[in-house]
């Protein structure tokens, strides 16, 4: 079975170019979620969406992050304009919501350099 | 929002040795995840635990929650190069669907 896929890898730019990370996650689950990984701060919590509707996007840095997931097989994160603060890997993650345990999944993660 | 404290930071030790990884909260927690995160890759769930003195074995490894719920332990016995990464603590609400919380980790080197 296929994991969640997360597009690019790794991608390069230069600050106050738009990027766009997207992501498709794992057939079935109707929960998403997009992390940041930096030394500095560790994982943290951006945006999670249950049946496609946002539910709690406290954890995006600034509006230059906006989220979108149009249906049950897609979602981007897009950074507008790029900073080079903004360099971290981001995960995609998700899960089918259950009463008894929410295992997440992840993808590999896009590896993001703002210069 | 939960502050979760790992310890230590960084291990390094030779194959063969013993050790103890700790996960710690000023706040109770309402269930802890443990995951291992290898470099390029995302973390995967290890063990998932919820009731205070919980105590679960997945082979070499032990993960233990503390009986006020606001501390855990991963102890690996006979350590292998394989269970070189990074160790991740996580709180969930569990039983839905929300955010994790993640610690820092602790990255651990198994030297051959």
């Known amino acids: 079975d296929a994991g969640v896929i997360q597009s690019p890898r790794h991608e390069v730019t230069e600050m106050g170019q738009e990027v766009t990370l997207r992501c498709k996650p794992i057939s079935g689950h109707n929960s998403l979620f997009w992390y940041r990984q930096t030394m500095m701060r560790g994982l943290e919590l951006l945006i999670y969406?249950?049946?496609?509707?946002?539910?709690?996007d406290s954890g995006m840095p600034e509006d230059r992050f906006s989220a979108k997931m149009p249906n049950a097989s897609f979602s981007t994160l897009k950074i507008q304009p790029s900073e080079p603060r903004d360099s971290a890997v981001y995960f995609c993650?998700?899960?089918?919501?259950?009463?008894?345990?929410?295992?997440?999944?992840f993808g590999p993660g896009t590896r993001l350099t703002v210069l | 929002t939960q502050l979760l404290e790992q310890s230590p930071q960084f291990l390094s030790i030779q194959e063969g040795e013993n050790l103890t990884v700790y996960c710690n909260s000023s706040?109770?927690?309402?269930?802890l995840q443990w995951y291992r995160q290898e470099p390029g890759e995302g973390p995967v769930l290890l063990v998932t635990v919820v009731t205070g003195g919980e105590v679960k074995k997945l082979k070499r490894l032990t993960f233990q929650f503390g009986d006020a719920r606001k501390d855990s332990s991963l102890h690996i016995t006979a350590a292998q190069p394989g269970d070189t990464g990074l160790y991740l603590c996580?709180?969930?609400?569990?039983?839905?669907?929300?955010?994790?919380?993640f610690g820092k980790g602790t990255h651990l080197i198994i030297q051959p």
């Open positions: 993650a998700s899960s089918l919501q259950t009463t008894s345990g929410d295992e997440q999944f």
């Open positions: 969406f249950n049946n496609n509707v946002p539910i709690d």
């Open positions: 706040s109770v927690f309402s269930s």
């Open positions: 996580a709180e969930t609400s569990g039983g839905g669907a929300d955010g994790l919380t």
